[in-house]
């Protein structure tokens, strides 16, 4: 015997409603997953650009201090050339 065809429809509905609401919680999921993501991308962005600032800082200091303690250092190498 065959269903009839309400019983078709409503069992086609309730495969269609739940299909709907599966896609439903993985947009959903995918939506929270793409703000988190944003959000880490943001985050590592400031400490990217704290940590620069800090090297740059850094770095300064040790132009500073080589020149302290070499004087002023010839911006290029200076070579002789020593032969027989």
């Not at 599966?22 to 590592?44: G, I, Y």
């Not at 002023?72 to 050339?81: E, L, T």
């Amino acid at each position: 015997m065959t269903a009839s065809p309400a019983v078709c429809v409503s069992a086609l509905r309730q495969r269609l409603h739940a299909s709907l609401a599966q896609l439903h919680q993985t947009l959903q999921h995918s939506e929270r997953q793409l703000v988190e993501s944003d959000e880490l991308f943001d985050e590592w962005q400031r400490q990217w650009n704290r940590n620069g600032e800090e090297l740059t800082e850094k770095l300064r200091l040790l132009d500073r201090r080589l020149k302290e303690v070499l004087g002023d250092v010839p911006a290029r190498p200076q070579f002789s050339i020593v032969g027989d």
